[in-house]
């Protein structure tokens, strides 16, 4: 059983920063891609950032430059950095993460339950 498990969301002020936490855990053989979504009410779920095992990173073009995605592969952990933070940025924000699992051949989508942003103006 893999669990993600986020933490970091809340309520910040235009320009303010934020830094949110998901990390990976179970029975976990290997982690490829770890990435950060979000979804507004009535929206479909967007890509914000992610970050393969070697570290090559992806950004939606309305963060770059703001956001930064990291990972710690010994602790299964992603990170996304969150600075110049808009009022468009508030969302729920998910961590999503391709896992193999021990014993398993194929690798896994799992996602988080989600942590939720919001910032004020």
């Known amino acids: 059983q893999v669990q993600l498990v986020e933490s970091g969301g809340g309520l910040v002020q235009a320009g303010g920063s934020l830094r949110l936490t998901c990390a990976a855990s179970?029975?976990?053989?290997?982690?490829?891609?770890m990435a950060w979504y979000r979804q507004d009410p009535g929206k479909q779920r967007e890509l914000v950032a992610s970050?393969?095992?070697?570290?090559?990173?992806n950004y939606a073009d309305s963060v770059k430059g703001r956001f930064t995605v990291s990972r710690d592969n010994d602790e299964n952990t992603v990170y996304l950095e969150m600075k110049g933070v808009k009022p468009e940025d508030t969302a729920v924000y998910y961590c999503n993460a391709n896992i193999i699992e021990r014993l398993s051949s194929d690798y896994t989508d799992y996602w988080g339950q989600g942590t939720q942003v919001t910032v004020s103006s």
């Open positions: 970050i393969m095992r070697g570290g090559r990173t």
């Open positions: 179970g029975s976990i053989l290997s982690v490829r891609a």
